[in-house]
């Protein structure tokens, strides 16, 4: 898998290249600015891009937005976001047209290289990777009318793994529980939220995600 990589420090921008490296992934590109990571973008056409969200000369939302227009202009291209804090609002922008291919995550979690490289490789095979607290923010946060109150408090675990980007068998490893009492759970909620359900585990993530940004 070839990826492109941006940040404007390059003590972290290195290591997270010589993580990718050891894991099997080719850094083609590395990028200190906005404007130059969309360069190697449309140079290199890489299976993903792995953006920090704040970037010069503002360091605002720079990186947010490439990754918006990286999104648009290279639809093929998988999108992972590294943020220092939890940004909600952020993460809903970023997600605001589709979740297939993205990902977002705190930069705290690249030191688990397994979850790291598998955030990677789940937005290049067009699945959403998001991170546990952003998730956890998004289920929580307050609506006027919540149908999430319908859910039993092992649902909402269930529904926060799933927007995690986790199959089925990894919910119920996670969850220590069997996977046929996961497949319950999953049909319990998809009929509260009235979801269709999906066989394809990335659709059913996209159905709990685009419920979520309602």
Do not use: C, W
């Not at 497949?183 to 979801?195: A, C, D, G, M, Y």
């Amino acid at each position: 898998m070839r990826v492109v990589l941006a940040d404007d420090s390059i003590l972290l921008r290195e290591g997270v290249a010589r993580l990718l490296a050891d894991n099997g992934f080719e850094v083609v590109a590395q990028s200190g600015t906005a404007d130059d990571l969309l360069r190697h973008v449309a140079m290199h056409k890489p299976d993903a891009a792995i953006v920090d969200i704040r970037m010069p000369p503002t360091h605002t939302d720079e990186g947010l937005r490439a990754a918006q227009q990286i999104r648009e202009r290279f639809p093929d291209v998988g999108v992972l976001v590294l943020s220092q804090y939890v940004e909600p609002t952020y993460a809903l922008e970023l997600l605001s047209e589709s979740a297939e291919g993205v990902g977002y995550l705190l930069k705290d979690r690249v030191s688990d290289v397994e979850e790291f490289a598998g955030a990677v490789r789940r937005v290049v095979e067009g699945e959403s990777a998001l991170d546990p607290a952003v998730v956890q923010m998004l289920v929580g946060r307050r609506r006027k009318h919540d149908p999430l109150a319908e859910l039993t408090p092992r649902e909402r675990e269930v529904l926060e793994l799933m927007a995690g980007g986790r199959s089925n068998q990894a919910i119920a490893e996670t969850l220590f529980v069997t996977l046929r009492a996961v497949e319950k759970h999953v049909t319990s909620i998809f009929n509260k939220l009235r979801l269709p359900a999906s066989a394809e585990d990335h659709r059913r993530v996209l159905a709990v995600l685009a419920f979520l940004r309602s």
